[in-house]
């Protein structure tokens, strides 16, 4: 999402004469709470709430075996309860506090210090702002369900306080660093010119990449390749599948920050990206096993939802079709072939959808934003070749930075406490074992 820069409430004094009456009088009018603009962007806030709780914890929750469904389930409703409180303690002022630096925002917004109901957070109409309070929970959201997205990886296999420990350390020196680098005016992919509407890189890349690392250092689930490990529940999958397609409006459109042609762009390259993207996955598998799968429609919508986000606000809705259907078509390969072949074990292929999509949507975006390819267009002086060589070399600093920050968070949390149960607790099943509790009764 393009970031918002913020504006510092307004301190106005006593102004004894009239000129300064008039000056106060012409400052406060520089500026307009506009109330459409709050509402949209606190519904869109509570939407983003809805991805996570229900909605990825259901979609993950139905890709495991029942007897870890609880887990995955109290995995998400932990993460984000404990980001919640990092974010509002330091992560907001270290992605947006308004420091100079290129990698992090400073320490000016520590405990949301300064912050009050008056203070104003800029849209992208000069003078038009929103409650300061807004843009926080609304970036609290994608704060919470990115590091959510990881577990997916390595689903069915990982202690439960090994996944809060690791959560709250890759917050704090991976996603936030990438947040404030895409997405305020003073980072350093910002200062590039590299797009990213709602999140391509800050988002799905980073929880992708994050995703293959935990995958490849936790290892393979106990009996893979041996034992029967399809999802138990395809029905519930389905139902946060769909919850996430309604939930990503405001994740998309939101990342507008106004209730206007903007957000209403974005909408409509949400429904047909991922439209493009189910029917191409469906198509895809038809061919490739002569069945089409309720699970593969289900990652399609994934993919395209997925595919469309950085560039949501800048594609227009033909452009927003093909990417959808060449980002599922990428991610089916990756799934279906990469990942057999390379022998990973990417429990729900957070890597091969939220990785590989981010990937095509970030470059993607690069080029289906060209004015004549029905996008909003660059801006002065950029080509589309120099705007994808952005796109490219911000997906790589994105890659290096959360590959090698992930690698040392995880192999830091392995040796305080661990990272996987025992052989006997992961054959038992998780919800047991770490919760004493069992989501189905015979």
Known sequence: MARASLLAPFALGSLGTAAAYAQEAATEAATTMDKGDTAWMMVSTILVLFMILPGLALFYGGLVRAKNMLSVLMQCTM??????VIWVVYGYSFAFGGGTGPFWGGLGKLFLAGVTPDSEAATFTDGVVIPEFVFICFQMTFACITPALIVGAFAERVKFRA???FVALWVTFVYFPIAHMVWDANGLLYGWGALDFAGGTVVHINAGIAALVGAIMVGKRTGYGKDNMAPHSMTL??????ILWVGWFGFNAGSNLEANGGAALAMINTFTATAGAIIAWVVIEGLARRKASMLGAASGVIAGLVAVTPAAGLVGPMGAIALGAIASAVCYWFVAVVKIKAGYDDSLDVFGIHGIGGIVGAIGTGIFASSS????GYADGVTMGGQVWTQI??????IVWCGIGSAILYKIV???IGLRPTVEAEQQGLDLTSHGEVAYHS
């Open 393 to 398: 070399l911000a997906v790589l600093v994105t």
């Open 79 to 84: 993460i984000t309860a404990v980001v919640i």
């Open 373 to 376: 390819l029905g996008g909003v």
């Open 237 to 242: 999958t389905l139902v946060g599948a769909a």
């Open 163 to 165: 996944v809060i420990l």
């Open 414 to 416: 392995d040796v305080l």
